[in-house]
């Protein structure tokens, strides 16, 4: 089973900044990795796949990069919407596996 | 628009059976897709439960394996999730989605989840 490791487990970020979230595989997974935003009450919503590929509807502050065992989810300016829970999945193996996750709140 | 729903009972006892429907609407099922079954336990991540393919073919979670049974219903446009011998550990909210397949199992539709209770 691929083990994906995200860090920080949290990351107080203030409305406006950069946010910097890192997900790593255990092993390679190639680019099949996956980005979600989960806020509490609601699912999780697609963010990213193909490690930078945006889902429709997503806006242009949030990308991916990586590939192999080392992704990033980049938050370019942080709204008051994007406070949540980020989580990355790797989709290159069975068994499917999430990362633990990353809360970005409020500074 | 694509549309899932889950249904079942909130409460289930312990060493009894869990079941859970998906209902999709706004896309036929037996046309194309992985449908998936993912949990999240009360304060931990996201756990992948299994997949069901639209002819009927399936992956589970190794480590549920064992306990789970994920069965597809064309005619009703539903997908369903049973785990038997649930313990404390199975008390999670649990959400239906969609998966494109062919290798790119990432879920692009979800259900608003439901939670399950595992009672002793």
């Known amino acids: 089973e691929i083990v994906m490791t995200q860090s920080p487990a949290t990351l107080s970020v203030s409305p406006g900044e950069r946010a910097t979230l890192s997900c790593r595989a255990s092993q390679s997974v190639s680019s099949n990795l996956a980005w979600y935003q989960r806020k509490p009450g609601q699912a999780p919503r697609l963010l990213i796949y193909?490690?930078?590929t945006r889902a429709t509807g997503i806006p242009a502050r949030f990308s991916g990069s990586g590939s192999g065992t080392e992704f990033t989810l980049t938050i370019s300016s942080l709204q008051s919407e994007d406070f949540a829970i980020y989580y990355c999945q790797q989709y290159n193996n069975w068994p499917l596996t999430f990362g633990g996750g990353t809360k970005v709140e409020i500074k | 628009q694509v549309q899932l729903q889950e249904s079942g009972p909130g409460l289930v006892k312990s060493s009894e059976t869990l079941s859970l429907t998906c209902t999709v609407s706004g896309y036929s099922i037996s046309s194309d897709y992985y449908w998936g079954w993912v949990r999240q336990p009360p304060g931990k991540g996201l756990e992948w439960i299994g997949i069901i393919y639209h002819s009927g073919g399936t992956h589970y979670s190794p480590s549920l394996k064992t306990g789970i049974i994920i069965s597809i219903d064309t005619s009703k446009n539903q997908f369903s999730l049973k785990l038997s011998s649930v313990t404390a550990a199975d008390t999670a909210i649990y959400y239906c989605a969609r998966a494109l397949g062919s290798g790119t199992y990432f879920f692009d539709y979800w259900g608003q989840g439901t939670l399950v209770t595992v009672s002793s």
């Open positions: 193909g490690a930078s």
